[in-house]
């Protein structure tokens, strides 16, 4: 049992003992740097239940638990807080009881339910850019998160691989690309799709133009305009089968795998299994149909297919269009069941999907609950907010977008820049340099990302990122290479397991309280779906060591108990770092 829980247990006592009362509950709170204790008890909400002074209440209650609790050392009560010392025999049997333990903090594998996280699902028409990053590195880290908490985790993405706009690239290729492929231009397959994505919307502008200087109206020309009507042509054809523009269909979209492949080689993620819209919309068009039949959805006199949410404060909403086809909310129907059919031990899904769509997923969960899904009550929405640049938002249309391939370069450019510039390569040769480049701005790319709160904007800025000061992923990096360090320095001299007889220094206590706070905080990440949590707790960690590390020896130290205890604990402060950058899928480096 926690020392909290224990505490708490003992307030109780406390209160009905003294008191004669039954405390519902009891507040605890860390202690103010200004005042002398590691926990302190919230003696004001008592006062509902026990009349008197909170400071004498306070008093009597430490009083019982330093009699009654064999880790409280002693206590000090200032007005309404119950300042609580704990003992260093209690923090250095913490500290024996980790020793040896891979992965402290994370609970039993599969031990919870199983989960399944739903990030990138990204258009076949273009390469991933920024936005994408945010939402794969989100989506990877939550599912490693969830693991960390004890779940059985599936890592998928819905590929969006049909729909006007993939027909919008493939036309443009027929119409200019003169026959070019991946290994013709040397472009990777993603880039030569968006490229005539590009094209494309070039071409509908100009056309829409003339219409306008022709004397249509706006609205109508960029309705008329030809090569968007033969778009819509070509996505009718698709959706009938035809074989020429299946065949496009499919060589395209291939290049575009194939690139999307390297890009998520690059950047460290992967996906258990696979979706793809084109399979999945057809599932989702016959369950409406049922849903139809059972007076879930109801048909209007156009033919299309609606259901009422008014009742929920929402509005109606459109599932099926009156010819028959799918929109994407019957897409996400049909994926929704497809996965749990294919999974039937899932029992929760995350969608990590920006914020732009939060009214989307509200009327998805509510659709799939109206069907009678009981796992709907276990979805959830991991709603981000958008990646800024200094120069604004980014239109892909436009091609003003920046490119993740070409953001993953430029970090492991800029890594590489300013390490030069602090001269932290001495001693390493070009490939072991390559390498902790691409470990340094992959880091800063990450951490930069993941340390906001989801729900918040970004504003990015490389350089910024890629600081070794401040609350950035080469500055918890460079901790972690320093105990690296340290303990190459120690060789053999770290025991089994450390004696508890010794006075600990205020600034080992700290960092073992820092320590304990781990397991709590992967549990929070989780239940939250935070990867930010974990960022931040590191950095405090990291913080806390770096602090240690300024006022007290540890290689110095002249009693050889003392030595081996803090070469130990920069060892487990060492490994808390490496597993929590696991969960945010960051490599640390032996050596910088």
Request: hydrophobic share 35%.
């Amino acid at each position: 049992m926690e020392l909290q829980q224990v505490l708490e247990q003992k307030v109780k006592e406390a209160a009905k003992s003294i008191f004669k009362t039954d405390l519902p509950s009891v507040e605890f709170q860390p202690t103010r740097k200004d005042f002398e204790g590691d926990l302190t008890v919230v003696v004001f909400p008592m006062l509902r239940t026990i009349k008197g002074n909170p400071v004498e209440i306070g008093t009597k209650i430490g009083q019982y638990l330093q009699e009654n609790v064999e880790a409280i050392a002693k206590f000090n009560v200032v007005k309404g807080f119950l300042n609580l010392v704990v003992s260093d025999y209690y923090y250095l049997s913490f500290f024996n009881s980790i020793l040896g333990r891979d992965r402290f903090g994370y609970q039993e594998a599969n031990s919870k339910d199983a989960v399944m996280v739903e990030y990138s699902s990204p258009n076949t028409n273009k390469p991933l850019h920024l936005g994408h990053i945010r939402n794969n590195l989100l989506g990877y880290s939550v599912a490693e998160i969830l693991k960390a908490a004890g779940h059985k985790v599936y890592k998928t993405q819905i590929i969006n691989d049909r729909g006007i706009h993939i027909c919008k690239s493939m036309l443009a290729w027929q119409k200019f690309g003169k026959g070019e492929t991946p290994e013709s231009s040397g472009l990777k397959g993603d880039h030569l799709v968006g490229k005539y994505y590009v094209e494309f919307d070039k071409a509908y502008k100009n056309e829409v133009a003339q219409l306008i200087s022709d004397g249509k109206e706006k609205a109508i020309a960029e309705k008329e305009a030809p090569i968007l009507l033969e778009a819509q042509e070509m996505l009718r054809k698709w959706e009938a089968g035809d074989e020429d523009v299946v065949s496009l269909w499919k060589k395209m979209n291939g290049w575009v795998y194939e690139g999307f492949d390297t890009t998520y080689k690059n950047l460290g993620v992967d996906f258990d299994h696979l979706y793809y819209e084109s399979n999945t919309y057809l599932l989702g068009r016959n369950v409406v149909k049922e849903g139809l039949e059972k007076g879930v959805f109801f048909k209007k006199e156009d033919g299309s297919v609606w259901i009422d949410l008014t009742e929920e404060g929402l509005d109606e909403k459109i599932v099926l269009r009156s010819d028959g086809t799918a929109v994407y909310m019957t897409q996400d129907i049909g994926t929704a069941i497809q996965r749990v059919t294919d999974f039937p031990d899932i029992n929760g899904m995350v969608y990590t999907v920006g914020n732009e769509q939060d009214y989307h997923f509200k009327v998805l969960f509510l659709i799939l609950k109206k069907l009678g899904y009981s796992w709907a009550e276990k979805l959830y929405h991991l709603s981000y907010g958008m990646v800024d640049l200094p120069s604004g938002k980014m239109k892909s249309r436009e091609g003003t977008v920046v490119d993740a391939d070409d953001l993953i370069k430029n970090m492991e450019e800029t890594a590489a820049a300013i390490s030069r510039d602090l001269g932290k390569l001495e001693g390493y040769s070009e490939e072991e340099k390559k390498v902790l480049y691409q470990t340094i701005g992959l880091g800063a790319l990450k951490y930069y990302i993941l340390k906001v709160d989801p729900k918040k904007r970004i504003l990015f800025n490389p350089e910024e990122s890629v600081d070794f000061q401040g609350n950035t992923g080469p500055f918890i990096q460079y901790t972690y290479a320093r105990i690296q360090s340290i303990l190459r320095k120690a060789g053999d001299g770290t025991l089994g397991t450390v004696e508890n007889s010794f006075a600990l220094h205020p600034k080992e206590k700290e960092l073992l309280k820092q320590i304990q706070l781990f397991p709590e905080k992967v549990l929070e990440a989780a239940n939250d779906h935070s990867p930010a949590l974990i960022a931040n707790y590191t950095y405090d960690l990291v913080k806390e060591f770096n602090s240690f590390y300024q006022q007290v020896s540890i290689l110095g130290e002249s009693k050889a108990i003392k030595r081996d205890f803090r070469v130990q604990l920069s060892k487990k402060v060492g490994e808390v770092i490496q597993d929590a950058f696991h969960l945010l899928g960051i490599q640390v480096p032996e050596r910088m």
